[in-house]
T-cell receptor
Framework: QKEVEQNSGPLSVPEGAIASLNCTYS??????FFWYRQYSGKSPELIMS????GDKEDGRFTAQLNKASQYVSLLIRDSQPSDSATYLC?????????????FGSGTRLSIRP | DGGITQSPKYLFRKEGQNVTLSCEQN?????MYWYRQDPGQGLRLIYY???????QKGDIAEGYSVSREKKESFPLTVTSAQKNPTAFYLC????????????FGNGTRLTVT
């Protein structure tokens, strides 16, 4: 089982609708969770970070975390064509000897006009 | 302005040659990371370093080597032992705490023929 799993998509959503992106993780010592957006040929950019169970909102973006279910999601309201990109879920994991950030394979989102 | 600089942006090499990718940061971050991304795939961790003069192997370290002699610099050498070196290489840094997201450089696209 992969440590961080995402549906690869593509996920197609009409403009103005809500896009829902999901991510599950396997390691129960995971402490922090991040969503990055990556346009084709570019480096990832941070959209949201979430550390506690519940919802966190920032503009059109809402991150949701459920540690008991090992599940984190990203909702994008009022989707715009500029939201078309690959969305990467990342998890910070701390072990006794080291810590690292692990990425999922990403979900490709397409917003259709 | 603070940030992470990767150079060069594009790199072409012949098979059998070693090549070194540069990564420099002026964010005063303790941790630095190297990821590899293949077309349509997520980010896979090659090596990471949490402190000067120390580094750990990631998930795909074979055929790569790194050094961390200075806090600001974390160069990656792609050796001839790496079977499929053509990829997009991303360097990142963070404050190395659970709530610190990664900051990425603009990446180096390596093509080996």
């Amino acid at each position: 089982q992969k440590e961080v799993e995402q549906n690869s998509g593509p996920l197609s959503v009409p403009e103005g609708a809500i896009a829902s992106l999901n991510c599950t993780y396997s390691d129960r010592v995971s402490q922090s969770f991040f969503w990055y957006r990556q346009y084709s040929g570019k480096s990832p950019e941070l959209i949201m970070s979430i550390y506690s169970n519940g919802d966190k909102e920032d503009g059109r973006f809402t991150a949701q975390l459920n540690k008991a279910s090992q599940y984190v999601s990203l909702l994008i309201r009022d989707s715009q064509p500029s939201d078309s990109a690959t969305y990467l879920c990342a998890v910070y994991v701390r072990y006794s000897s080291a810590s690292k950030i692990i990425f999922g394979s990403g979900t490709r989102l397409s917003i259709r006009p | 302005d603070g940030g992470i600089t990767q150079s060069p942006k594009y790199l072409f090499r012949k098979e059998g040659q070693n090549v070194t990718l540069s990564c420099e940061q002026n964010l005063n971050h303790d941790a630095m990371y190297w990821y590899r991304q293949d077309p349509g795939q997520g980010l896979r961790l090659i090596y990471y370093s949490q402190i000067v003069n120390d580094f750990q192997k990631g998930d795909i370290a074979e055929g790569y080597s790194v050094s961390r002699e200075k806090k600001e610099s974390f160069p990656l050498t792609v050796t001839s032992a790496q079977k499929n070196p053509t990829a997009f290489y991303l360097c990142a840094s963070s404050l190395n705490t659970a709530r610190s997201p990664l900051h990425f450089g603009n990446g180096t696209r390596l093509t080996v023929t």
